[in-house]
T-cell receptor
Framework: EAQVTQNPRYLITVTGKKLTVTCSQNMNHEYMSWYRQDPGLGLRQIYY???????DKGDVPEGYKVSRKEKRNFPLILESPSPNQTSLYFC????????????FGPGTRLTVT | SQELEQSPQSLIVQEGKNLTINCTSS?????LYWYKQKYGEGLIFLMM?????EEKSHEKITAKLDEKKQQSSLHITASQPSHAGIYLCGADPGSYGKLTFGQGTILTVHP
C-alpha cells in the first residue's frame, strides 16, 4: 500500500531535549516536505527536499533541521525544542517533477512543556 | 511570497444544502490543490487545477480555477455529514519546491 508513515504519532517532551520525528514513504517520490499546523495559521512549510541530499528552507525553518540521506526517509530534528514548537506536524511526499499532488502522513502531535 | 486567503473561515450548514468555499491568491497560480482534512488527521488530496477556467468534479464536489488564475472556488452540492472537515487550498507558486496553503475552512454539516 502506498503510504507516508510518521513516528511517533504523539510525543510529549520537555524543553531542550533533542528529538527526531521520522518520516518514510514507499512510493519512490523525489519530493518530500515537512509542515506544521497551528490553529488559525493553517499549514506552514518547514523544510522541503527535492531529492537525496537536496534540502531547502520553507517558510518557518527556525529551530528545525532535516536530512535526506535516502530517498525514502526525511527525518525532522528538533535540537532544542521549545514550547512554541508545540504543534501538529505533517510529512508529505510527491513525485515533484510536474505535480505537487502530495501524499500526507497521519501527523505527529508534539507537546513541549 | 505567495499568500492564500480562504473564505469563509468556518461554515455551518444543514444537510442537503449547497455551499461554496473560496481561495484567493496574492499572485498568479501555477497549480492549485484542494485537500480535505478530518480533525487531527492527515490531508487527503481532492483535486488539482492548473489551467485558467478549468473545472473538475469528484462526486458532489466541484472546483474551478478562474480565468486570471488568482482565485479558486470549491462547491459542494447537497452536502452530507461525511463532507464535514477542514478544506485547504494549496498553491504551486511556480518556483522550486515552496508550497503555500491557505488557513483552511472548517465545514460542519448538521444532519
Amino acid at each position: 500500500e502506498a503510504q507516508v508513515t510518521q513516528n511517533p504519532r504523539y510525543l510529549i517532551t520537555v524543553t531542550g531535549k533533542k528529538l527526531t520525528v521520522t518520516c518514510s514513504q514507499n512510493m519512490n517520490h523525489e519530493y518530500m516536505s515537512w509542515y506544521r499546523q497551528d490553529p488559525g495559521l493553517g499549514l506552514r512549510q518547514i523544510y522541503y527536499s527535492m531529492n537525496v541530499e537536496v534540502t531547502d528552507k520553507g517558510d518557518v525553518p527556525e529551530g528545525y533541521k532535516v536530512s535526506r540521506k535516502e530517498k525514502r526517509n526525511f527525518p525532522l530534528i528538533l535540537e532544542s525544542p521549545s514550547p512554541n514548537q508545540t504543534s501538529l506536524y505533517f510529512c508529505a511526499s510527491s513525485l515533484g517533477t510536474e505535480s505537487y499532488e502530495q501524499y500526507f502522513g497521519p501527523g505527529t502531535r508534539l507537546t513541549v512543556t | 511570497s505567495q499568500e492564500l486567503e480562504q473564505s469563509p473561515q468556518s461554515l455551518i450548514v444543514q444537510e442537503g444544502k449547497n455551499l461554496t468555499i473560496n481561495c484567493t491568491s496574492s499572485k498568479t497560480l501555477y497549480g492549485l490543490y484542494w485537500y480535505k482534512q478530518k480533525y487531527g488527521e492527515g490531508l487527503i488530496f481532492l483535486m488539482m487545477l492548473q489551467k485558467g477556467g478549468e473545472e473538475k468534479s469528484h462526486e458532489k464536489i466541484t472546483a474551478k480555477l478562474d480565468e486570471k488564475k488568482q482565485q479558486s472556488s470549491l462547491h459542494i452540492t447537497a452536502s452530507q455529514p461525511s463532507h464535514a472537515g477542514i478544506y485547504l487550498c494549496g498553491a504551486d507558486p511556480g518556483s522550486y519546491g515552496k508550497l503555500t496553503f491557505g488557513q483552511g475552512t472548517i465545514l460542519t454539516v448538521h444532519p
